[in-house]
């Protein structure tokens, strides 16, 4: 599953190393001869191993980044229009951090806790993102919710500014944070600014065997 996710990604980027914290993945991926480092076992997120992962890279490979792209392991199926979407948010040059979202056109997507909601202002920013569906429409049947107002679902993948990055990673839990367990409502609590980008690709991710099971079944 991590080589498809990478062989996906360097599709378009010139670029693509995998972090982990497991021996079993540093084998696999050495095995498909794809760049790989070793990070510390002790972090609580992706974005914290991101952190790390620079370091080296930048340390060991002698070069520098402006941007970092994280895509988790579990998106075998991520697109590179996807990810070329994400990059065109940092044309603009007040964006500090993007990420994706999708239109929600499934009901059952809106109640599904596991579907991150998202709402944006008018300048597509991330105002809050939630496991519950907002936003709650009122005086109407909540089965016809999905035809009152256009619902966004977050896709776990994000692009940072280095220098973002670096500062995010030293914030402190917030409260938001640890009630819907969102890292990212640790940045929207202190201020920064979260760019989305709009995708009609949804995002198909493997983290249980039954997960890999039900994959089976649609036949992709």
């Known amino acids: 599953m991590i080589q498809l996710v990478y062989e996906q990604a360097a599709l378009i980027l010139s670029d693509v190393v995998v972090a982990t914290d497991d021996d079993r993945i540093y084998k696999a991926v050495k095995n498909f001869q794809g760049e790989i480092v070793m990070t510390s076992a002790q972090h609580k997120s992706g974005t914290d191993r991101c952190v790390e992962a620079l370091k080296i890279v930048e340390r060991e490979w002698g070069k520098s980044y402006d941007i970092v792209i994280n895509i988790q392991g579990d998106e075998p199926f991520i697109q590179p229009e996807q990810i070329r979407t994400l990059m065109k948010c940092f044309k603009e040059p007040d964006t500090e951090i993007a990420t994706l979202i999708k239109p ?11 579907r991150p909601k998202v709402i944006i202002n008018k300048n597509q920013e991330a105002i ?39 500062i995010i ?29 709009i995708t009609v690709f949804d995002s198909i991710c493997i983290d249980t065997p039954e997960d890999l099971e039900n994959l089976k079944k649609t036949g992709l």
């Open 128 to 166: 809050y993102f939630s496991r519950s569906t907002i936003p709650y429409i009122r005086g109407r049947e909540q089965d016809k919710w999905i035809n009152s107002f256009q619902y966004y679902t977050h896709l776990g993948v994000y692009a940072y500014k280095k220098a973002i990055l670096n």
């Open 104 to 114: 929600v056109q499934e009901p059952d997507v809106l109640n599904d806790p596991n």
């Open 169 to 197: 990673t030293n914030l402190p839990v917030s409260s938001l944070e640890k009630a819907e367990s969102l890292e990212q409502l640790r940045w929207i609590d202190n201020g920064f600014k979260i760019k989305t980008a």
